[in-house]
């Protein structure tokens, strides 16, 4: 499985940007975040169809995750940036057996990762 992250960059606070991690096949796909000196954090999952995603609070009601199945394509839109959502933003792969939906926030589970993408709020 390949991955391929882009779309990171700078941006002022309250600004959005769009992330997106395009895959060699359709799975279901989580994002995960590391900023300097902190551990791996989960941001969002969602279903190889769609039809669930789940989103940390940190970034709930902010961040919205979808796919295009067409592409194989997942995009990670994010809205009302603030200055702690700066990190390293790596989309990840989860393949057969997947994992529980109980485990999605566990990096470990994941098999393939993508190469991050950096994403900088700043004025």
């Known amino acids: 499985v390949q991955l391929q992250a882009s779309g990171g960059g700078l941006v002022q606070p309250g600004g959005s940007l769009t992330l997106s991690c395009a895959a060699s096949e359709r799975l279901p796909m989580g994002w995960f975040r590391q900023a300097p000196g902190k551990e791996r954090e989960f941001v969002a999952y969602i279903r190889q169809y769609g039809t669930n995603t789940a989103y940390a609070d940190s970034v709930k009601g902010r961040f919205t995750l979808s796919r295009d199945n067409a592409k194989n394509t997942v995009n990670l839109q994010m809205n009302s940036l603030k200055p702690e959502d700066t990190a390293i933003y790596y989309c990840?792969?989860?393949?057969?057996?997947?994992?529980?939906?109980?485990?999605?926030?566990?990096?470990?589970?994941?098999?393939?990762w993508g190469q991050g993408t950096l994403v900088t709020v700043s004025s």
């Open positions: 990840a792969a989860d393949t057969p057996p997947f994992i529980i939906w109980s485990n999605i926030r566990f990096a470990r589970g994941y098999d393939y």
